[in-house]
């Protein structure tokens, strides 16, 4: 079920209704807990059986490696949680990309191999509900937390549906607490909701779906483009993706909010950071933060005993967080160019410490624009279907044989325009978000604000049901 569909238009209301008259907590939970299970079958409902296989799992995994105390017991008890889940992923996402490169290798070296690739679906959400529920079982495993004993809220926090299919990837310690409040209707916070609810779906229908005509024109057919289109593409594409995904992260967080949940913020002004290590604090924070947690520091982090090795965490993390989001050689290369430029950064201020303090507006700028082109460079190769495509590009960038734009100048226009505004309501939420600034506006210049975006939704907004980019990840 989309969240821009007329489904979850009658679907979240409903739920929200009944959720409000049911007395108890406890069938409140019963209630968001279908509800969700509902809400991903909707899509294809057999590929459940994947999501209660991995609740399943990590619920009676995690009470008992709570209750083991031998190191190597409760050692074998966590790489069975992370078989059984790393395995679904694998078979589902990763199998194809492993079986067809192994056999391009082993058919070079004229070696017999027989391709088992199989046309099974990549199930919605399935990397993100895997990375939850495994964050869950390691934290369990070391201790931090407690095991849950109701299977029901431990289900829950696996499939909570405002932020089941695209995260952000919540925590144990932070979002299954909040199962055991009863959240009374506050009128200030359902429309403080609605009013993010309604912002999400600016960005995405009116913002990235109106960059996407372009960028899906030209990614169809690269070679038919040049220099200008293309530029001006790669800077739509970094627009949408940015507006799509936070506009996703948005409803989730607005839509939990009614309910009287409270979901992490997942983006923080990503293309105002100075650096590229300020970036990746910023941009999809739960999905950085975790890689941050369960991969980078247990490699050894920045705390490793050479620079070298240093620079290997890196590195490693970075090109499996390209591996996270797709199995192709284009994800890899947009996750190791991320780790190259994390590294020179990195060689660059430990050779000249002074940078990191200067304090001077022209030089943040700079900093901000240099960061900016080579995040949106990068992004080729992670919007590209393949590796080929982005080379493509690429090269078709660096082809001055025509630089005019053959786009609809009117349309180029109107994307430029919504691109100033996204980047006025960021200048806006550097020091309050865009929901409580509005708020606090005079009433005729809070509803006049409503009213034209409204009309802008009705007049701009593609209402296509197309879906939100990370839905394939």
Do not use: C
């Amino acid at each position: 079920m989309l969240f821009n569909s007329i489904e979850y238009i009658i679907f979240f209301p409903l739920v929200a209704l009944i959720y409000f008259l049911l007395p108890k907590v406890k069938h409140r939970q019963i209630l968001l807990l279908f509800g969700s299970w509902f809400f991903y079958a909707a899509w294809k409902p057999e590929y459940i059986i994947l999501l209660l296989i991995s609740t399943f799992v990590d619920y009676v995994v995690a009470r008992k490696i709570y209750k083991t105390e031998k190191v190597s017991k409760r050692k074998l008890l966590l790489v069975l949680s992370i078989g059984v889940n790393l395995g679904i992923l694998f078979s589902f996402k990763y199998f194809n990309f492993v079986d067809n490169n192994l056999y391009r290798i082993l058919n070079y070296y004229n070696l017999s191999y027989s391709s088992f690739t199989n046309d099974l679906l990549l199930p919605v959400g399935i990397s993100f509900y895997t990375f939850q529920t495994l964050s869950y079982t390691i934290d369990v495993y070391r201790k931090k937390i407690s095991p849950e004993k109701q299977f029901i809220k431990f289900a829950l926090f696996v499939s909570f549906f405002p932020q089941l299919v695209a995260g952000p990837i919540e925590r144990a310690g932070h979002l299954l607490p909040q199962f055991n409040i009863k959240h009374k209707f506050n009128y200030e916070r359902v429309t403080s909701g609605l009013k993010l609810v309604f912002w999400g779906f600016f960005q995405k229908v009116v913002i990235a779906d109106s960059m996407a005509r372009f960028v899906e024109a030209v990614y169809s057919k690269p070679g038919g483009y040049h220099t200008m289109d293309l530029l001006l593409v790669t800077f739509f594409f970094g627009i949408q993706i940015l507006s799509d995904f936070s506009g996703y992260t948005d409803i989730a967080r607005g839509s939990a909010k009614i309910l009287g949940y409270d979901i992490r913020i997942n983006f923080n002004l990503p293309y105002f950071a100075q650096s590229f290590a300020d970036f990746w604090r910023r941009w999809h924070i739960s999905l950085s933060t975790w890689f941050r947690d369960y991969v980078f520091i247990p490699l050894g982090g920045s705390r490793s005993s050479t620079k070298y090795r240093i620079y290997f965490n890196i590195m490693f993390t970075f090109v499996l967080s390209g591996f996270w989001h797709g199995a192709g050689w284009n994800f890899l290369t947009w996750g190791a160019l991320h780790g190259l430029y994390y590294i020179i950064e990195n060689i660059i201020l430990n050779k000249f410490p002074s940078l990191k303090v200067i304090d001077n507006k022209f030089v943040k700028l700079f900093k901000i624009l240099f960061v900016f082109l080579l995040v949106n460079f990068a992004w080729i190769f992670f919007r590209s279907p393949s590796i080929t495509i982005a080379f493509t590009v690429i090269d078709r960038i660096f082809d001055f044989s025509f630089i005019g734009i053959t786009f609809d100048k009117q349309s180029v226009l109107l994307n430029f325009l919504l691109s100033v505004f996204l980047f006025s309501v960021h200048l806006i939420e550097r020091k309050k978000d865009i929901v409580t600034y509005v708020s606090l506006q005079p009433l005729l210049i809070r509803w006049g604000i409503y009213y034209v975006m409204a009309f802008a939704l009705i007049t701009l907004g593609n209402f296509g049901l197309t879906e939100f980019i990370y839905f394939q990840f």
